[in-house]
C-alpha cells in the first residue's frame, strides 16, 4: 500500500491544496523566509510554527509540537491537514523529512490519518507518493476567495 495522495483527488481535496499554494502565494512576497509548519485546514483553523535553523528541536519535540498543534485546530469536519511552506523547488528536503517524521509520529499516536504536503509559491507535493500538482499563474477563482 502506497502511502500519501494519489490520484485522482476529490474535488473538496483538490480545492483546500489549491488554497494551501493561493494562501502562501499571496502572502509571502519575500524571496528568502523561513519554513512554515501549518496544521489545520487552509483558508480556516490552522496553527503556524515557524521553523528555525538555531532552535534545538529533535524528533520527540517535533512530534510533541505537531500534536499540540493539531489538537488546538481540531474540529468537527475534516481532520487537520499539514502543509510545510517554504522557498524553493517541491523536492523533498532535510527540512521536510524531519517534519513528515515527526507528523507521522503525531498523528499515528493521535489515531489519525496524515494529509501532509510541501507548498511553494506555485504548487503543491506530497513527499510519501510524489503526487503534486503546480500552476504557471495561479489566480483567484470563485470557488476560492481569499
Known sequence: MTEGLQEPLTAPLYRLLRRAVLDHATSERRRV?????????PGGVEAVFA?????????????DMVAAMV??????????????TRAGALETQDVDAAWL???????????????????NRHGWRDPRSGAGRTWRRLRVSATITP
Request: no cysteine.
Open 71 to 84: 489538537r488546538r485546530t481540531r474540529r468537527p469536519g475534516p481532520v487537520p491537514m499539514v502543509w510545510l
Open 51 to 63: 521553523v528555525r535553523d538555531d532552535e534545538p528541536s529533535d524528533h520527540a519535540l517535533r512530534s
Open 101 to 119: 517524521a515527526s507528523a507521522r509520529a503525531a498523528y499515528g499516536e493521535l489515531g489519525l490519518p496524515l494529509l501532509m504536503v510541501l507548498v
Open 33 to 41: 523566509f523561513l519554513p512554515l509548519l501549518h496544521v489545520g485546514v
